[in-house]
C-alpha cells in the first residue's frame, strides 16, 4: 500500500527558510516521480513542483521558481521541499504527491499534508 | 500557461441525480486531463486520468470524457459519500494547472 507522510511544516517569518519531508512508502520510490502541490486555507490546489523518478529533471512553479528546490534522497526514500524567502502568500498545506511521468501524467497517490504558515 | 476553467463552481443534488461537471482548457490539451476529488479535510484523490481513464478502485459511476479543449465529469448517480469537491487538472505543459473546483452539495 502506498503511503505519504509529511512533516516539517511550521511557522516562519517572511523571509525565512523552512525544508518539508515527504517519507514514501509501498512502492519503489527510485522508479517514480514525485511532487508538491500545494492548498491556501479555503482554497483551490496549486501544482507547486515535480521531480522526475531519477531527480535529474524539476519543474517548478513561475511563483516558486528560484526560492524553491526539489530534491529525493533514495537512500532515505525521502522527497523534500527547500523553501527560502517565503513569503506570506506561500502559506498554505502542502502536499507531496506520487506522480505518473508517462504516459499519464497525473498525481495518483497524496499525502496529508504539512501546513506552512508565513507570518511575521 | 493553459488556465483551466470549470463549472459550475457549486451545484446542489440529490442521492440518485446524474452529475456533470464541464472543464474547459484555454487552449487544447489532447486528453492530458485528470480529475480529482477532494472531501473536507482530507487529501485529493485521483478518480480520471488521461481524461476518461478510471482509476482503479474508483467506482464506475464515475467517468470522464473529452479531448481538445472540452471536458466532463460524469456521476451517473450521485451517491452520499460522493459530496465533495472536484478539480479538473491539465498535464499537457508546465506550469500544471488546476482548474478552480466544483463544490458538490446535497439539496
Known amino acids: 500500500e502506498v503511503h505519504l507522510l509529511e512533516s516539517g511544516g511550521g511557522l516562519v517569518r517572511p523571509g525565512g527558510s523552512l525544508r518539508v519531508s515527504c517519507a514514501a512508502s509501498?512502492?519503489?520510490?527510485?522508479?517514480?516521480?514525485m511532487g508538491w502541490v500545494r492548498q491556501a486555507p479555503g482554497k483551490g490546489l496549486e501544482w507547486v513542483s515535480v521531480?522526475?523518478?531519477?531527480?535529474?529533471?524539476?519543474h517548478y512553479a513561475d511563483s516558486v521558481k528560484g526560492r524553491f528546490t526539489v530534491s529525493k534522497d533514495t537512500s532515505k526514500n525521502t522527497l523534500y521541499l527547500q523553501m527560502n524567502s517565503l513569503r506570506a502568500e506561500d502559506t498554505a498545506l502542502y502536499y507531496c504527491a506520487k506522480y505518473i511521468w508517462e504516459p499519464d501524467r497525473a498525481f495518483d497517490f497524496w499525502g496529508q499534508g504539512t501546513m506552512v504558515t508565513v507570518s511575521s | 500557461d493553459i488556465q483551466m476553467t470549470q463549472s459550475p463552481s457549486s451545484l446542489s443534488a440529490s442521492v440518485g441525480d446524474r452529475v456533470t461537471i464541464t472543464c474547459r482548457a484555454s487552449q487544447s490539451i489532447s486528453t492530458y486531463l485528470n480529475w480529482y476529488q477532494q472531501k473536507p479535510g482530507k487529501a485529493p484523490k485521483l478518480l480520471i486520468y488521461a481524461a476518461s481513464s478510471l482509476q482503479g478502485g474508483v467506482p464506475s459511476r464515475f467517468s470522464g470524457s473529452g479531448s481538445g479543449a472540452h471536458f466532463t465529469l460524469t456521476i451517473s448517480s450521485l451517491q452520499p459519500e460522493d459530496f465533495a469537491t472536484y478539480y479538473c487538472q491539465q498535464s499537457h505543459s508546465n506550469p500544471l494547472t488546476f482548474g478552480g473546483g466544483t463544490k458538490v452539495e446535497i439539496k
Open positions: 521531480i522526475s523518478e531519477t531527480g535529474v529533471t524539476t
Open positions: 509501498g512502492f519503489t520510490f527510485t522508479t517514480n516521480a
